[in-house]
């Protein structure tokens, strides 16, 4: 069975940076494109990063692109979402995501999801 465990999650001030860990198991690490959603109450998951399988090309939502960065560590099977500069806006629970090959944009697409983790940032 797959299974996407994320951690790292806490409050902060604004400003200030967190970084988000998910240890993927029981699924081929290289095969799979990987993807950091978040939700706050009453919205649905939005898709803030995502990095491909084989060539790790990345993706950013408007949102955050030039605060987050996604990266992957083969080595360890894990995903790391770097958040920096974090905003009040940016609060909600982190989800990582996983699915074959490439990524999408559409929740419904990704195949394997972990538990969320909440982030809190203060104004």
């Known amino acids: 069975d797959v299974q996407l465990q994320a951690s790292g999650g806490g409050f902060v001030q604004a400003g200030g940076s967190l970084r988000l860990s998910c240890a993927a198991s029981?699924?081929?690490?290289?095969?799979?494109?990987f993807g950091w959603f978040r939700q706050v109450p009453g919205k649905g998951r939005e898709r803030v990063a995502c990095?491909?399988?084989?060539?790790?090309?990345?993706y950013y939502s408007d949102s955050v692109r030039g605060r987050f960065t996604i990266s992957t560590d083969d080595a360890k099977n894990t995903v790391y979402l770097q958040m920096n500069s974090l905003k009040p806006e940016d609060a909600a629970v982190y989800y990582c995501?996983?699915?074959?090959?490439?990524?999408?944009?559409?929740?419904?697409?990704?195949?394997?999801w972990g538990k969320g983790t909440q982030v809190t940032v203060s104004s």
């Open positions: 995501a996983a699915e074959r090959w490439l990524c999408n944009n559409n929740p419904a697409a990704w195949d394997s």
């Open positions: 029981g699924l081929p690490f290289d095969d799979y494109a």
């Open positions: 990095i491909n399988s084989s060539d790790r090309q990345t």
